[in-house]
């Protein structure tokens, strides 16, 4: 019962990035036509650095990765 106040904030914040997450995912996969369509460029961009965020993030085995654009 102590933990439940920290645990609410960090489960809508986990939610959160599962939507982003599932929101890039789609974006990113959009391979259900055979036909050419335009897209934007700077979204799928996003969506694949949105994707790749947690693993960008520093480890006990290396540093953080940083991307500049």
């Known amino acids: 019962m102590e933990d439940l106040p920290k645990l609410i904030p960090s489960m809508k914040i986990a939610s959160q990035q599962i939507r982003e997450i599932s929101n890039s995912l789609r974006t990113f996969s959009r ?13 799928g961009i996003n969506s694949t650095l949105l994707i790749l965020k947690y693993r960008l993030k520093s480890s006990d085995k290396r540093p953080a990765i940083k991307v500049f654009f």
Do not use: L, R
Request: charged residues 40%; aromatic residues 0%; glycine residues 0%.
């Open 31 to 43: 391979a259900d036509t055979a036909e050419k369509v335009a897209c934007d460029i700077h979204k």
